[in-house]
């Protein structure tokens, strides 16, 4: 492999600003990397090949006849495919928008197209996001790349494989109950979901409008800042966009100190149901932080034990409103059914059938009957009050602590197959990331190290409009356990060119 | 138990527009039960008292100016359909009239 390819984002742009090397030699890395690796790993639904070098050679002329660029130009990047571009296709992940082309750019696609960062393509998904493995994708699932027969996190699996296994150093993904979070804790890398509305969802394809975030995936806590900053900030065409400056992010991510910053351990998301080695690995955490001069507390949130439950109907609610566009009319795919009358509503049934894969008929059927009348007020009204009840113990954990922390998944990474048909066991999962998205506080999750070889995520979790305090703890505690470790963590992955799907079924341990 | 049963999804699927088979029905059927078993809890942790909460991040509405802005052609906003004619999206019989 290039080394090219191991460096983080910030070096890359270091080295292109130097003149060391060029973009186009960068990007050549990293597609040479995807064209050797990704048979195993299915990071990528669609490689960009020839705009990505189109873009980089720009980046280099520009560069040479001295124009002033952005920090990141020349810097390559994967797009997790639920967000729209144009001139590649984007699928969500389901057989409904097989080889679509979106007419539009996504808001945080112009402003990747604006930065000059090639594009290198678009990323694998659970279908329309809905899932924890990557396994619900209608085009095979990503591969962890620490054991190959594991799952790489869901839904932004193939976002969180791309930069662990180094064939991007910087990706987008978006979470809705811990999609960016859960798939970087099980890779050992960085995930970051911003504040609700501090980054345009503007051509992300809507799961649950009132949840959904896109936000950075990367390698480095530096990294996820510097990715924060070129894709923040206010859009008209969001009306939920958030009309606050993108903030200070790298800045932070640099400060290097916690001293007299008070971290809150969540008495709800430990314990029962979280994996041994997750919490040894987490406590060990707590220490260094302390030892750092940070103040730790512990809080207590006492309704999040409800969160799951009203996530469960708040989301499928606002996917089975946000899914009836896919009705065969206006885009995707449309199927006659077999026998006559060829009517709108039978084109239909046959086109959502045959469309849509298991999961998404699940969370549809869930929301068409959250959102039915009789139960409106027992399910949704429920879990909307709950929702309040979560944002108020929120409010009382700030009040005691500047950041919240806890492993970002119970578990770690587990075997494809495993979880696929019992639902309920997939979407615990997600317990610790979930509270999250409900209150639309910003989360990171970043590597905490290993528990039987596998990766194992710390969370830290801000106020509203202060994700500068995620940077700022989480650098810290990447650097000291980067200290203990004598590396990153992802230095201790495998060699993939050693790996063949074939070998790592048994797994790794 | 909850009340989701075979009849319950057939129902379900109908409204929202996804044939489903009788194994479909069959195995979703019992997979809901789960589900709505396990996050039915909700109704009983907020009293008539507390609020909802429909948004995270409390916004008042949103205006823009009445003008004209950034507009899809009529060539790009039938690009992805799977049918057309002279400019429109081009849709099966609404009505069965056999």
Known sequence: MSELTRHSAARLAEMLAAKEVTSVEVTQAHLDRIAEVDGNINAFLHVNTEEALAVAADVDKARAAGEDLPALAGVPIAIKDLIVTVGQPTTAGSKMLEGWMSPYDATVIKKIRAARMPMLGKTNLDEFAMGSSTEHSAYGPTRNPWDLSRIPGGSGGGSAAAVAAFEAPLALGTDTGGSIRQPAAVTGSVGVKPTYGGVSRYGAIAMASSLDQIGPVSRTVLDSALLHEVIGGHDPHDSTSLTDPVGSLVEAAKTGNVAGMRIGVINELQGEGYDEGVLARFHESLDLLRDAGAEIVEVSCPNFKYALGAYYLIMPSEASSNLAKYDGVRFGHRVLPAESPLTIERVMGATRAAGFGDEVKRRIILGTYALSAGYYDAYYGSAQKVRTLIQRDFDAAFAQADVLISPTSPVPAFKLGEKLNDPLAMYL????????????????????????????????????????????????????????????????????????????TSGAK | MSEINREAVAHLARLAHIEMTAGELDKMAGE???????????????????????????????????VVGETLTQEQALSGAPDSADGRFKVPAILDEE
């Open chain 1, 429 to 504: 999962n997600d317990v610790a990331t979930i509270p999250a998205n409900l209150a639309g506080i910003p989360g990171i999750s970043i590597p905490g190290g290993l528990a039987d070889g596998l990766p194992v995520g710390i969370q830290f979790l801000a106020p509203a409009r202060e994700d500068a305090r995620l940077y700022r703890a989480g650098h810290v505690l990447e650097t000291l356990l980067e200290e203990k470790w004598g590396g990153p963590l992802l230095s201790q992955a495998p060699d993939l060119r050693q790996l063949s799907g074939a070998e790592t």
């Open chain 2, 32 to 66: 809901l039960d789960v589900i709505v078993d396990s996050i039915k809890s909700v109704q009983e942790a907020a009293g008539p008292d507390v609020p909802a909460t429909s948004h995270p991040i409390p916004l008042a509405n949103v205006f823009r100016e009445d």
